[in-house]
């Protein structure tokens, strides 16, 4: 075939062919589990598929594909319905798939889909039950011989083409006489022909030195003359005796040509096939389109002004009339009138055309949602695309491992977005390797533990609104966070000390870290530190979430929380200092107002008070990059603050404001921004504006880290030491601080707190005046007289306000000095940054 046909024909041809393996991949496992009835139905149709797949390849002239699925199609023949399929079926079939597939990634990148290792398949369907009659293996050399001729001369009519002048597809012509050589190649490997082969392969290698024109070519086109003349030698002079044929098995009767055509017809009439760059060109008009609808509605707003305006000025004119009828205005009252009568019916037009507008605005708006709805609906695909591979990944790790696992699927038929279907294999991949190297133990250990033989792997997909759980959970020995602590520490992770501060979750949580692993040897399936950091990862860019829970000796379950729907969400806009941002509405779980006395701080970190539960608290600016901005609670005003929560993890974030909400198409933000991960992308508001779109997995991610993992940003932090005599104001102070960012220490008096100042790095000193023992005064004079502590800045902070004391102060060496009814207005934090500009 022309291979600027094949080109242009072949996506449609790897996109059928990938359903097809998949169906050969499921029928092939369901004859081994299957009742007898069930088992001959699932022959049946895996017959269907492999004479359909024969056909496809051949109309295409890819001669490798159809050679094999017609070996497998005369080995099928021969199984009986009903019975136990031969035992080298099954596993022959797995690898004739795996070879299918990557040959179609091969043909993906523009290469010829050649089927690595023919041979070898063609032969593994000769054993194993599939025994081929020695007729078919006589009569190989002279089907051979003829097919032979016929490609060599196709590649010396493809030679002749590559050495004339004004050839306009050169690198065409190259691919079609490489993809002819390697077919006669791989057609001599399987015949056992080496001789043949080997000229094959000089004279592929010759034509991919042709592809630029010039002396090399020249040179490589009179080696590729002098192969071609061996070649045609070596295939006349195989044997041109022909075997009568053999007796064909019983099959099933075949179509008929019209029927099968009606078949096609009625199948193309129930679906067609559509390209992703269709589909993505499509979501671009209708978001154009629902964009023309919001800007339609922001005229008509403006329309109505416009009528209420001329109302108003036809009310003024016919004033003026009425008054000039008084005064006698004669012929000018006349022409006024006039006017008035003539405003008068542009203003009842106006009316009218207002409605029509507003009418058809409404009609557009439908068919606009319409369009959106079906779009959607044309990216949704069911999870079964994504379930099934599984089953073949279980069957063969299982296998290799020594274990006896049962794979238990759910919830295929749950339709999702296609782009999360294509990105969501490999995480589950890793999962259910996980699982099976992990967690599930071998028959032995599970006898010893009191359980059943075989182990269960449970796959399943499960509708949460408008999210969905994609859940993977095996009947194993369970998550030990023992273990996974040990390993921390044993791979430089932790110290043992900020292990054995750790949860058990939050120790759990450290096998998503990324070069984290459990095994100490790398082997075929695990122990190179790459899996479930790749889980989380990908959850994270698809605007979802990993959690995990476990039962010692009972088992694992890993939750992927993910939305329905990559590109369009609801949205919800907020503003923090002059930005302005939009956060997909499924992740908010309510806006909320708090009081200064709902933060505060615990194990020194700034928690807010929600339904009597602590939650992590942080300003929305600082997590999202941006410069850190004064807070309400600061100034001792309420806050207005959401709640985010996704897979089981839950925080809040201070904003300025709450925008509003509408729809969002989510757009990438392209490669150059692509780590910047608290960003999902940007939306193009109604308005025209563009607004980045918030990632609210990492965000969550981010708030909810371990505090051990978090220890090299504190470090960063600025120190302030703060010291008073009273418990209520030292510990109302240091919340304030350190809900600014600030780590705080404290101490009683001022000998205390040159104690700590000695021991402890500080930047900077917040204390009260009277004290026992040491008071502020004398604590600021010994810290101005220290030789390692002088440069530190002093905050007096004191109920003492007459001018002759804030002089002491001052002349002690204090570098500021506030009442403590100051503290409340943030004056006090205002001091901090202007001492410590980059404190927080």
Not at 68 to 96: F, K, S, Y
Not at 168 to 189: F, I, Q
Not at 245 to 263: I, K, W
């Amino acid at each position: 075939m022309d291979p600027r046909v094949l080109r242009s024909l072949w996506p449609i041809f790897a996109a059928e062919t990938r359903e097809q393996l998949q169906t050969i991949g499921t029928a092939v496992l369901g004859l081994e589990q299957g009742t007898a009835d069930q088992a001959s139905e699932q022959l049946t149709a895996l017959k269907r598929e492999v004479h359909s797949l024969k056909g496809s390849a051949a109309s295409l002239g890819l001669a490798d594909i159809e050679q094999l699925m017609h070996a497998l199609e005369d080995g099928l023949a021969r199984c009986a319905p009903g019975h136990v399929p031969p035992p080298g079926l099954v596993e022959t079939t797995l690898r004739i798939l795996s070879a299918m597939e990557a040959a179609l990634n091969r043909g993906d990148s523009g290469e010829m889909p050649a089927i690595e290792g023919l041979g070898q398949l063609l032969g593994a369907l000769g054993r194993g039950g599939f025994e081929q009659v020695p007729e078919v293996k006589a009569r190989v050399p002279a089907q051979f011989r003829r097919d032979g001729l016929q490609t060599l001369e196709k590649l010396e009519t493809s030679l002749g083409r590559l050495c004339s002048p004004g050839l306009e597809d050169r690198p065409g012509a190259v691919w079609e006489a490489v993809g002819l050589a390697e077919l006669l190649k791989a057609a001599a490997n399987t015949a056992g022909i080496s001789a043949v082969e080997s000229l094959a392969s000089s004279v592929r290698t010759g034509f991919a030195r042709m592809e630029e024109a010039g002396v090399g070519a020249s040179v490589a086109a009179s080696d590729i003359a002098g192969a071609l003349v061996q070649l045609r030698g070596a295939l006349e002079s195989l044997a041109e005796e022909t075997p009568a044929e053999p007796a064909a098995a019983p099959a099933e009767p075949e179509v008929t040509a019209r029927s099968a055509a009606g078949r096609r017809q009625a199948d193309m009439d129930r679906a067609v096939r559509v390209s992703v760059r269709t589909l993505d060109s499509l979501a671009l008009q209708v978001e154009q389109l629902a964009a023309g609808r919001a800007q339609q509605l922001r005229r008509a707003e403006a329309h109505r002004e416009l009528l209420e305006q001329t109302h108003q000025a036809l009310l003024q004119l016919e004033r003026a009339a009425q008054q000039l009828a008084l005064s006698g205005g004669g012929g000018a009252l006349e022409s006024l009138r006039a006017g008035v009568g003539q405003v008068r019916g542009v203003q009842k037009r106006l009316v009218q055309l207002s409605k029509d507008v507003h009418r058809e605005g409404e009609q557009l708006a439908l068919v606009a949602q319409v369009v959106r709805d079906d779009l959607r609906d044309l990216r949704m695909v069911p999870a079964s695309q994504v379930l099934e591979p599984l089953k073949r990944t279980v069957r063969e790790l299982a296998a290799r491992l020594g274990k006896d696992v049962e794979l238990v699927l759910a919830g295929g038929d749950v339709r999702i977005d296609r782009r999360i279907v294509d990105v969501l294999k490999d995480p589950l991949q890793h999962l259910v390797r996980n699982a099976l190297d992990h967690g599930i133990e071998t028959t032995a250990q599970r006898a010893a533990a009191g359980k059943t033989p075989r182990g269960q792997l449970t796959v399943r997909v499960e509708p949460r609104g408008t999210r969905l759980a994609v859940v993977v959970e095996d009947d194993g020995g369970g998550l030990s966070p023992e273990n996974v602590r040990a390993t921390a520490v044993r791979r430089g992770l932790l110290t043992e000390a900020e292990a054995a501060k750790l949860t058990e979750m939050q120790a759990a949580r450290l096998v998503f870290e990324p070069g984290f692993s459990t095994r100490d040897q790398v082997t075929e399936t695990s122990g190179r530190g790459v899996g479930l950091d790749v889980v989380q990862t990908t959850a994270t860019r698809l605007q979802g979430a990993v959690d995990l829970s476990y039962e010692k000796g009972q088992g694992t379950r890993f939750t992927i929380d993910l939305p329905l729907i990559l590109a369009g969400a609801l949205g919800l806009l907020v503003r923090t200092g002059t930005a302005v941002v939009a956060i997909p509405s499924d992740a908010v779980e309510r806006v909320l107002r708090l009081a200064p006395a709902d933060v505060g701080t615990v194990a020194g970190h700034v928690v807010a008070r929600v339904e009597d539960e602590q939650l992590p608290f942080h300003p929305l600016s600082t997590a999202i990059g941006m410069p850190r901005l004064p807070l309400a609670i600061e100034s001792g005003k309420p806050q207005t603050a959401m709640v985010l929560a996704l897979g089981g993890v839950r925080a809040v974030f201070a904003m300025d404001a709450v925008v509003g909400q509408q729809e969002i198409v989510v757009r990438s933000l392209g490669r150059h921004l692509q780590t910047v991960s608290h960003l999902a992308g940007a939306a193009v508001l109604d308005d025209g504006s563009v607004v980045p779109v918030l990632n609210a997995p990492e965000l969550l991610r981010v708030a909810a880290a371990p505090v051990v993992l978090r220890a090299a940003t504190e470090v960063r932090r600025s120190h302030i030491l703060v010291c008073d005599d009273a418990l209520t104001t030292r510990f109302a102070i240091k919340s304030l601080l350190e809900i600014a960012g600030y780590s705080v220490v404290t101490a009683g008096d001022g000998e205390e707190a040159l104690g700590i100042l000695e021991r402890t790095p500080c930047q900077l000193v917040v204390s009260d005046w009277q004290m026992p023992r040491l008071d502020g005064i004398g604590l600021t004079r010994r810290i101005r007289s220290h030789p390692k502590l002088s440069h530190l800045p002093v905050i007096l902070c004191t109920s003492l306000d007459s001018p002759q004391e804030r002089a002491a102060g001052l002349d002690a060496g204090a570098d500021g000095y506030l009442v403590k009814r100051e503290v409340e207005r943030g004056k006090l934090l205002d001091l901090v940054r202007q001492l410590l500009p980059s404190g927080a």
